[in-house]
Antibody, heavy 117, light 105 residues
Framework: QVQLVQSGAEVKKPGASVKVSCKAS????????INWVRQAPGHGLEWLGW????????GSPRKFQGRVTMTRHTSLNTAYMELSSLTSEDTAVYYC??????????WGQGSLVTVSS | DIQMTQSPSSLSAAVGDRVVITCQAS??????LNWYQQKPGKAPKLLIY???NLEAGVPSRFSGSGSRTDFTFTISSLQPEDIATYYC????????FGPGTKVDI
């Protein structure tokens, strides 16, 4: 079955960067886009962007452009999302999602990133 | 950017009640509208895609309708396991989630 296993919780200082990994199994990694979504404590869902694991192409909303980087290691079936210049407002659970035609069907378990001095 | 609004932001209903949630887009998004359910501490789950198509395995008490800018999500008979927050999501231009509707019993 499809599984997305994400890296563990992280605590970062303001101004630092964080890199979250998402290891896929149960399907052909390069056949489906990976999207990233975050959820701040007590808040709703916020989309960070998408990546095509086959081509490596990616995109993100204007809010995150220049601050988010999405990459992959195809031989490891793993996608990565790196967010830089962290502030307390970036404290959230970060999810990777396998998507098919923008349908967010398969979600990772989430990775908690806490930004605190 | 397309903005999504949902109403109500929260509601309380009894088991067996019909629950209706509305979602409005700031511009025409055609049929590019999905609905997700999120239970506390869990990842969201896709329930309905492209306005009214029920995801495989999702109970038929869930349904969706609408077009262009105005959409509706309905639970025909609320069950205890439906306690969750529900989000609409547009994907016509980039992608935006609605703010969510928390459903309680």
């Amino acid at each position: 079955q499809v599984q997305l296993v994400q890296s563990g919780a992280e605590v970062k200082k303001p101004g630092a960067s964080v890199k979250v990994s998402c290891k896929a199994s149960g399907y052909t990694f390069i056949d489906y886009d990976i999207n990233w979504v975050r959820q701040a404590p007590g808040h709703g869902l916020e989309w960070l962007g998408w990546m095509n694991p086959n081509s490596g192409n990616s995109g993100s909303p204007r809010k995150f452009q220049g601050r988010v980087t999405m990459t992959r290691h195809t031989s490891l079936n793993t996608a990565y999302m790196e967010l830089s210049s962290l502030t307390s407002e970036d404290t959230a659970v970060y999810y990777c999602v396998r998507t098919q035609q923008w349908l967010f069907r398969d979600w990772g378990q989430g990775s908690l990133v806490t930004v605190s001095s | 950017d397309i903005q999504m609004t949902q109403s109500p932001s929260s509601l309380s209903a009894a088991v067996g009640d019909r629950v209706v949630i509305t979602c409005q887009a700031s511009q025409d998004i055609s049929h590019y509208l999905n609905w997700y359910q999120q239970k506390p501490g869990k990842a969201p789950k896709l329930l309905i895609y492209d306005v009214s198509n029920l995801e495989a395995g999702v109970p038929s008490r869930f349904s969706g309708s609408g077009s262009r800018t105005d959409f509706t999500f309905t639970i025909s008979s609320l069950q205890p396991e439906d306690i969750a927050t529900y989000y609409c999501q547009q994907y016509d231009k980039l992608l935006t989630f609605g703010p969510g509707t928390k459903v309680d019993i």
